[in-house]
């Protein structure tokens, strides 16, 4: 705990890693580790070296943590999300809230908010004002919500006048 302290997060993930290989069915050891990792890649001055190794390796070590089907945790599920957040993976984390593992997020209303990034991410506002209303019908007076529906309904709205204007100019090309 010292080393989380001081904030020597590479000393934090081999201390990590020893015990996790000391313990290996003890989970919180790994996730500790990898959460070590994000730590420095956050801290790192290097921007690129951050998106180019310690992101990638957090990754890639959640992903054989998910593979191996030792991970059944909330929490561990949050730290993969963090981690494809941090890479700008929204379709992933899409794919990891809606499926199984999104199903040990205990809280609906934090895992619907979870699904509602990744649409927002993703600008797929269809999928965003479906999942609105549904929670706007379980807790109708939630302003942000609101803001968030109307917002994407304006979206929706100018998606639907930019196609509307690229058919026009098919059909009158297709005149000439």
């Known amino acids: 705990m010292a080393f989380v302290r001081v904030g020597n ?18 989970g919180p050891y790994y996730c500790w580790r990898v959460m ?9 001055t290097d ?3 951050a ?3 310690f992101l990638p390796l957090a990754e890639k070590l959640m992903e054989k943590y998910v593979a191996e089907k030792k991970l059944d945790v909330e929490e561990e599920v949050k730290l993969y999300l963090m981690v494809l957040e941090k890479q700008g993976k929204p379709e992933k984390r899409l794919e990891v809230v809606q499926g199984p593992l999104g199903k ?4 609906r209303e934090e895992r619907n908010r979870l ?6 991410s993703l600008q797929r506002w269809d999928d965003a004002v479906r999942l609105l209303t549904a929670m706007l019908r379980e807790n109708p007076d939630h302003w942000k919500d609101i803001e968030v529906y109307i917002s994407c309904q304006i979206e929706r709205y100018k998606e639907s006048v930019r ?3 690229e058919e026009h100019e ?6 000439e």
């Open 163 to 165: 196609e509307a204007k």
């Open 47 to 49: 921007g690129s070296l």
């Open 36 to 44: 070590s990792i994000v730590m420095q890649a956050h801290k790192s």
């Open 51 to 53: 998106n180019s190794m």
């Open 9 to 26: 997060y590479h000393k934090q993930q081999q201390t990590a890693l020893q015990l996790h290989k000391a313990f290996p069915d003890n």
């Open 170 to 175: 098919m059909k009158k090309r297709g005149r």
């Open 104 to 107: 040990l997020i205990r809280k």
């Open 115 to 120: 699904e509602l990034e990744c649409h927002l």
